[in-house]
């Protein structure tokens, strides 16, 4: 018996399969994928969760949301700096973080509508 999902032949459309093949060699997905590795992160995707709720928040805000040291806090918003996910403005000796922009927002918006939509 098969499992629910798959095909009970196996037939594939050529056309299709080499056109998805083309665009595939064409278009650079690795900017994509350092964008969701990084949110794949529990505490990283906390943060950028946070930054959705307040626009701006400092290291030391961040790590009393997340009930973490500033030290494993600062490593996070490094990665997600890196990754182009945050952006961030010195005041003094403090810095403060943002999400990048718009784009980030939306992807985060989406997930969570996304991941309460029910299957019915």
Do not use: W
Not at 43 to 61: A, G, W, Y
Not at 69 to 89: E, G, I, M, P
């Amino acid at each position: 018996m098969m499992a629910k999902g798959e095909c009970d032949v196996y037939l594939f459309d050529e056309v299709k399969v080499e056109r998805v093949k083309e665009q595939q060699d064409i278009v650079d997905l690795n900017p994509v994928l350092v964008i969701y590795k990084a949110l794949a992160d529990e505490k990283r995707l906390k943060i950028c969760f946070s930054l959705l709720l307040e626009d701006e928040l400092c290291v030391c805000d961040i790590a009393n949301i997340l009930g973490a040291s500033v030290a494993t806090t600062s490593h996070h918003l490094r990665y997600l700096n890196q990754t182009k996910v945050l952006d961030f403005r010195k005041d003094g000796k403090n810095a403060f973080y943002r999400l990048k922009d718009d784009h980030i927002k939306t992807l985060i918006r989406t997930a969570l509508a996304h991941g309460g939509e029910s299957d019915e």
